[in-house]
């Protein structure tokens, strides 16, 4: 059975897209890096908006010309749709998920990016460090 991404599950806009990569935990697998953005929590908002709050978890995709020519470019990213619709009912509400494909992806079949994209999103939901990436301090 095809499982399609609903429309509202969609990251689109660029603002959403930059706050999903600044404030979230990064983890790279195979043929994609995922970044993680768990909902923001009451400390990190100061008036949480109760759209945020009840809204589904969010994927956006992110396929560079690296990758490929428009047709390959598209086809990884239609897998990677499929295989974000079939995690998405596993993510916490609220959460945002950019996926980036890298070169890479374009030789893997869709069941080597769907399993990229799972071990991708598990390793950055048990980062080591629960602080996002713009906390921490660089050297």
Do not use: C, Y
């Amino acid at each position: 059975m095809i499982q399609v991404l609903p429309a509202d599950a969609r990251i689109r806009s660029s603002r959403d897209f930059g706050a999903a990569l600044k404030r979230g935990r990064r983890a790279a697998r195979g043929g994609v890096v995922v970044h993680w953005a768990p909902e923001r929590t009451a400390a990190d908002q100061t008036a949480p908006s109760e759209a945020v709050a009840n809204r589904t978890a969010r994927a956006g995709f992110v396929v560079s010309k690296a990758v490929g020519n428009a047709v390959v470019r598209n086809k990884v990213k239609r897998r990677l749709r499929h295989a974000a619709a079939a995690e998405l009912p596993h993510w916490p509400a609220g959460t945002d998920v950019v996926v980036r494909a890298t070169p890479k992806a374009a030789e893997r079949d869709f069941h080597e990016l769907h399993r990229d994209l799972a071990e991708a999103v598990k390793a950055a939901r048990s980062a080591k460090s629960g602080r996002p990436r713009e906390q921490r301090s660089r050297p």
